[in-house]
């Protein structure tokens, strides 16, 4: 719940917070929760997002350094959800 996935240092030493986020192509939208929006809000130029963008076969990484001061959200209400993509189990014909 700490609104960041990596704890980083530049060569500075300025610490770095940074959440990762992964989609599937450069033009796709990504979210934030509200604890990862907080974290933006309270380090502000330390905070960063990490686009993982994996798209034909490629992996890149996208910075962006400020997000709550450089970039446009909107905020949405969505119902809580709990999804499986993948599962085992044991299986019965019938």
């Known amino acids: 719940n700490s609104g960041y996935a ?3 240092t530049a060569p500075d030493g300025t610490i770095r917070y940074i959440a990762v ?3 599937n192509k450069a033009d796709y939208t990504f979210c934030l929760t509200n604890d990862e929006y907080n974290a ?3 380090y502000g130029v330390q905070y960063y997002i990490c686009i ?3 798209e034909n ?3 890149k990484a996208v910075y962006i350094k400020d997000p709550i001061n450089t970039v446009h959200f909107e ?3 969505r119902e809580w959800e709990w999804f499986c993509e993948k599962y085992q189990g044991v299986e019965i014909k019938l």
Do not use: R
Request: charged letters at 20%.
């Open 75 to 77: 905020k949405q209400i």
């Open 40 to 42: 933006a809000y309270i």
């Open 6 to 8: 990596i704890e980083s």
């Open 21 to 23: 986020k992964s989609v």
């Open 52 to 54: 993982v963008c994996k």
């Open 57 to 59: 076969g490629n992996t």
